[in-house]
């Protein structure tokens, strides 16, 4: 079904996404620009919504988090949602909020764990910073993309020679032994008279004082400003090796950030593809919903977080009219595809694995079930997104981990708590989760496309043939 060539424009798609997709207000910024090219129509929170049937729009909070979705011809208030809600944080280094360091001759620039990495990969990696900037014009102040094209930090490691316990006990203190370096003192104080811009070093309240002139030159070259414009920002440390196709067949993508832009493009991809002209929604009672979160990764309690009230308002929103129990009706009518990448089995570490539950790459999005709940599929759920699967024809796969070893989440359990919602927790089998850069396959891609399209056609049909209260 799926040739080796639409697999690999499907991952070259993928790779270019991620690549411009350095910190969580890149992939909202590269969401927005694939939205506005397929016809959606961005909103404001803060404005009033004058919804239409067969419409599509799209709205962001804090340029982190961004929900789209498009309006079914027969949609009625009290009718369900069909949404896919993925993450678009990634575990990192962040910029901290006064980050001049100096150590032993170097400039180092201070930073913050965000998220649970595997922090050892971030040692020796050619680093460099994005995030956003907010500048201040006059009166006005604005919101800016960053991304530094180029290598301007590394962690370097400490030499074996140095430290024999390497191959047997690295674990460096992420305190002390985490901190990139920018430069040398010596290189510094050569370039100083030529990389100061606006010389305005005195004011020790503004950014430029809490943080090297180095770096703050670099940020605001790129923005063309000056040092006291920039009243504040969020930056990530992101590596800059670009995801590339690997392997001896071209079958594998080594990339940064799989979990989670994978779901993020393939989700937003589905709604966009199965939402293309006004014919494919003239027949769909609900609304198709993809929703994007920050911070999963530190357990989404922030105001654009999973556990915020951004599903629950957005969809009162769309229910609101004269019937006033419109959202309770259309909440068990709706369904939720919690995407988030799954652990295929490791060729090294099979044991890690559950005997009867290796999942592999190629062979399918991974259907996660956990008897604790950290996530939220049942077998109600599962059957579901089944039927679906087999309409489209694509493959499944089950993971439970061991009973003896820890197990993640994501938002889905979140979710469906609060909304009491059914949830289906499912994403693409992948290696090194969590390490500076990850790996999983092409035709994973491709499948999750193909599954998130074919959820948004079939789930009303689906639905209306598995209803169990
Ligand atoms: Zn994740």
Known sequence: MMSKEASEASAKQFIAFVNKAPSPYHVVNECRIKLLNAGFQELKERDHWDIKATEKYFVTRNQSTIVAFAVGGQYQPGNGFSMVGAHTDSPCLKVKPSSKKCKAGYLAVATECYGGGIWHTWFDRDLTVAGRILVKNDDKVTHHLIHVEKPILRVPNIAIHLYRKHNEAFGPNKESELVPILATCVQDELEKPTVVQGGDEDKTSSQSAKHHPALMNLICKQLSVQPDQILDFELCLADTQPATLGGAFDEFIFSPRLDNQVNCFSSLQGLIESSKDKDSLKNEPNIRMVLLFDNEEVGSESAQGAASSLSEWIMRRLCAGTNPVAFEEAVSKSYLVSADQAHAVHPNYSDKHEENHKVGLHKGPVLKFNGNQRYATTAVTAAILRQIADKVNVPLQDVVVRND?????????????????????????????HSIREMCCTTGIQQLNILYKGFFEHFPAVDASTCID
């Open 405 to 433: 070893s820890p197990c993640g989440s994501t938002i889905g359990p979140i979710l469906s708590a609060k909304l009491g919602l059914r949830t289906v927790d499912i994403g693409g089998p992948q290696l090194s989760m």
